[in-house]
């Protein structure tokens, strides 16, 4: 008999053992507008664009208070938005389909949607993890496995914006460019700096099995010596860093379906 599962979570079967509960794991959990959304027919075409949440479109000061405030105390201020974060992805998704893939832990649904519904966001599909990710190793399995659904759900997934190697990871290894956002606003220098030292790393090790790959990152210009830095993958200016990841995305948008239509 085929176990009981919650139709809000994604499950992989072993293939040896198809129907039995102890060979089978949940993946990640869909929040409610995911559920409504990937339950109905695919009615458009838009190409896709994957977010991270922490660090990437908005800051949380960490800690227990943190903690608290996101699962247990009902809010909706559980993180500061980035700068120029959310005019842009109101334009954004003139012409692209929003998904959301954070690591946050089931539990932190309610108030995540606050959030976003506060903001003008309640649109968008949350896949949060079902299972705590301390680190990042499992968080890449994870985030890769909630690309791969949205893809089998008829969407098109091309970019993800990140800030972590799990992010990196995840979008390199599903076939996406990879837009990393660098710890900016409100770090030091150096702390910048190490950030995109780890992603240089990360991106040295996926380019041996992925050659093709395009990695992307968005930061201060003082980051431009780093060592290691490929010319021009560094994204930076006078401009808020979020009109930096949409000037770029938008151009590799059009640079896609340009290059399509005169494929011959």
């Not at 970019?159 to 990879?178: F, H, I, K, N, T």
């Amino acid at each position: 008999m085929t176990p009981s599962r919650p139709n809000n979570d994604y499950w992989i079967s072993c293939p040896q053992f198809p129907n039995s509960p102890l060979m089978s794991r949940s993946v990640f959990h869909l929040g409610e507008v995911a559920r409504r959304i990937f339950s109905l027919p695919r009615d458009r075409n838009l190409p896709t664009l994957v977010l991270d949440l922490d660090e990437t479109v908005l800051h949380r000061p960490r800690g227990l208070l943190d903690k608290i405030g996101l699962y247990a105390w009902p809010s909706t201020d559980i993180g500061v938005p980035y700068s120029s974060f959310l005019p842009c992805i109101y334009r954004l998704r003139e012409n692209f389909d929003i998904v959301a893939v954070t690591a946050r832990w089931r539990f932190a649904e309610a108030n995540t949607a606050r959030w976003l519904s506060t903001r003008g966001l309640g649109g968008i599909p949350v896949i949060y993890a079902r299972e705590i990710h301390p680190g990042d190793d499992s968080r890449v399995d994870f985030k890769a496995s909630a690309i791969r659904f949205v893809r089998e759900k008829g969407w098109n997934p091309v970019m993800g914006v990140g800030d972590r190697p799990s992010d990196l990871s995840a979008y390199v290894r599903e076939g996406l460019s990879a837009m990393m956002v660098i710890h900016a606003e409100g770090s030091s220098e150096s702390r910048a700096k190490e950030h995109l030292q780890s992603l240089l790393l990360i991106e040295t090790q996926l380019l041996q099995d992925y050659p093709g790959a395009e990695v992307h990152y968005f930061g201060a210009k003082e980051l431009q010596s780093l060592p290691g830095l490929r010319p021009g993958s560094l994204m930076s200016g006078g401009s808020p860093l979020w009109e930096l990841v949409e000037r770029k995305v938008t151009a590799e948008h059009a640079l896609k379906r340009t290059t399509k239509k005169h494929v011959i």
